[in-house]
């Protein structure tokens, strides 16, 4: 089996990745700014949550280093108390995690020249990225699989979860799904794969809602006079959306959704589709 | 704004050759406060990713793990391999295969000397998870000199077959892709396993001989080395299974050129991933337990014996089946 490709080469124009840590209040947020020499924009992605981070890790990477080939600087970076950010997941909130999206886009907006900014959310990212364009934040609002409520990614997530845990139980130590949201909506704490999730971030869950504006049937375009698109992703999807099976899947092939969702943004805040 | 280091934790990259690797360095205990710039002469931990996981592992634990032994006053450094997590690089399809064959070596010996050297220290542990823990042997026999042992975490020494090519396409796609088929394909793999063990009473035919062969040459160094193995539940016929399988444990054990060699603990209330409280703590107490015993260095009274009850427990003590020669065959 031939070696990987292993040395570090950037397209013209990429000026390279750049992890760092951003301080916040109380923690210190693991970014990488993929640096873009003249971008026409810049894009903060806001990412999947806790172990769907994992799965989708080297997709939503692939997706940045996309973007930054057309010209377009990202930054990206793991939620407060998750991967490589500092702080403990179970003392967070919603309103944190809210927070550091207004934090981190103030942040990239003012960096160097007078470009437009664009969100972009995967399912809980794109509650919190709704939620921060709603408040003012950004030029144009692109949402990957957002819910109507953070709960619902909450649900899924625990589904998923919980299907390769019941295999390797013994037949009276299985619980359904059902069982776990009953724990959580107790007020009990309930550990998903190293994460504890708390009933307390489960209650908050059920009121943080994807702004009314940007849901069916409703033209949120319309509403906040910036482009927003929305686009929901199935199965064809995984490991960006929806779990998937590591070792097989790290490798696909997402130009049918990277090429068209990059001519949508670059239309939306009329850049070119090339860099110069 | 943006910073390369916070608190105990500084990003770091080895750029050696032309191949940069992106980690996190966590500083040990002391190191800090004293302002010093690195601990020469003393070990480091090193882990390397388990399959596509990115550096923090599974439920960030390894970013726990790590936090946990720089406390104590062993440097933890965390690399992605190329592809993997932040490091540019392009990888395989079929990625496991990759890894199962050693793909990762070359780079992770490369890259433990070039760590070693630059950061001035005696030498590395090795820590893998998994098919990080694949990697971790065939970097460490790469690199003799710079790694002084080895912990892994359920580590396999079988190669997993291929579904058979009588079964209808859509469905071994499916087992490949599903995580329930990951689980099928597991217990297919130990059927086949048990069968072949049964009939020849040496290494099965789809034992990993390169990966083995490498052991014995980790192994004829003296280099110590901690195995971790969760205990799996009896589901799927898993208990029976486990009756009939070859035991790689035994076999392995029978390579060591001293009787210490190894320690292998199995661990209760976690599963494969290690990631939950239990699992994390455990695997925490065992390997630190370990490192103060074979390389006594730290700098720091261990927040494991101050802060919590030390509650290292063993769900009983390993019993191994019958002794194989320690003969790496081509079990052809």
Redesign the interface.
């Known amino acids: 089996m031939p070696e990987p490709q292993q040395t570090e080469s950037f397209p013209a124009g990429i000026l390279g990745e750049r992890p760092g840590y951003f301080a916040v209040c109380g923690a210190s947020l693991y970014t990488v700014l993929h640096q873009v020499e003249n971008p026409v924009a810049r894009i903060l992605l806001v990412g999947p949550f806790t172990l769907e981070r994992h799965t989708s890790y080297r997709a939503w990477l692939q997706w940045a280093r996309f973007l930054a080939a057309k010209g377009i600087e990202v930054l990206r970076y793991d939620y407060r108390g998750v991967g490589e950010s500092t702080g403990r997941f179970e003392d967070m909130t919603f309103e944190s995690w809210a927070d550091d999206v207004q934090c981190l886009s103030a942040w990239l907006r003012k960096r160097g020249e007078d470009v437009p900014l664009v969100l972009h959310g995967l399912e809980m990212g794109g509650v919190l990225a709704g939620r921060a364009f709603d408040a003012g934040v950004a030029d144009a609002l692109l949402l990957w699989s957002a819910p109507a409520n953070a709960n619902q990614v909450l649900r899924s997530t625990l589904q998923r979860w919980i299907g390769p845990q019941q295999l390797l139980k013994s037949p009276e130590e299985r619980r359904p799904p059902s069982h776990y949201f009953q724990l959580l909506e107790h007020g009990e704490s309930v550990e998903i794969e190293g994460y504890r999730w708390t009933g307390e971030l489960w209650r908050q869950s059920l009121s943080f809602d994807l702004p009314a504006a940007m849901l069916q049937p409703n033209d949120p375009a319309t509403s906040y006079k910036r482009p927003v698109r929305s686009v929901a992703l199935g199965k064809n999807a995984t490991p960006l959306v929806k779990g998937g099976v590591p070792g097989f899947e790290e490798n696909k092939d997402f130009s049918w959704l990277f090429v068209p969702n990059h001519h949508w943004i670059a239309s939306s805040v009329n850049v070119p589709l090339e860099c110069s | 704004?943006?910073?390369?280091?916070?608190?105990m934790?500084e990003?770091i990259t080895l750029g050696g050759n032309?191949?940069?690797l992106?980690g996190?360095y966590h500083k040990p205990s002391g190191e800090a406060a004293n302002g010093a710039t690195g601990s020469p002469r003393n070990l480091g931990v090193m882990f390397l990713n388990a399959?596509?996981?990115?550096?923090?592992l599974?439920?960030?634990?390894g970013?726990y793990w790590a936090t946990q032994f720089a406390a104590s006053g062993y440097p933890a450094f965390r690399f992605d391999l190329?592809?993997?997590?932040?490091?540019?690089?392009?990888?395989?399809?079929?990625?496991?295969?990759?890894t199962n064959?050693g793909?990762y070596a070359?780079?992770a010996s490369a890259k433990t000397k070039e760590l070693v050297n630059s950061r001035g220290l005696s030498g590395v542990v090795m820590f893998g998870h998994c098919?990080g823990a694949t990697t971790a042997i065939y970097a460490a026999a790469g690199c003799s000199s710079e790694c002084k042992g080895l912990i892994l975490m359920d580590p396999y020494f079988n190669l997993p077959k291929a579904l058979t090519s009588s079964l209808r396409p859509e469905l071994v796609n499916w087992a490949?892709?599903?995580?329930?088929?990951?689980?099928i394909r597991a217990t297919y793999d130990r059927l086949r396993e048990a069968r072949g063990a049964l009939r020849k009473g040496a290494l099965p035919p789809n034992a990993n001989f390169s990966l083995i062969s490498r052991l014995k040459q980790v192994l004829s160094n003296g280099v110590p080395i901690l195995i971790l193995r969760a205990h799996?539940?009896?589901?799927?016929g898993e208990a029976q299974l486990r009756a009939r399988n070859f035991d790689y444990f035994a076999y392995i054990q029978s390579l060591a050129v001293r009787s210490n060699q190894f320690s292998i603990k199995e661990l209760d209330g976690t599963?494969?991933?290690f990631?939950?409280?239990e699992g994390?703590l455990a695997v925490w107490q065992h390997t630190e337990k370990w490192l103060r015993e074979l390389f006594p260095q730290a700098t720091a009274p261990s927040p494991l014996f101050e802060d919590q009850d030390f509650r290292v427990h063993e769900r009983k003590p390993v019993v191994f089946g019958t002794r194989v020669p320690a003969h790496v065959t081509s079990g052809e």
């Open positions: 704004m943006i910073s390369d280091k916070v608190e934790r990003l032309g191949v940069l992106h996190t399959l596509s996981s990115p550096r923090s599974v439920g960030d634990s970013v190329p592809g993997l997590g932040d490091s540019y690089g392009e990888i395989p399809n079929d990625l496991l295969r990759f064959e793909g070359a780079v098919a490949r892709r599903s995580r329930v088929g990951a689980v799996q539940p009896a589901v799927l599963d494969h991933s990631a939950n409280s994390r």
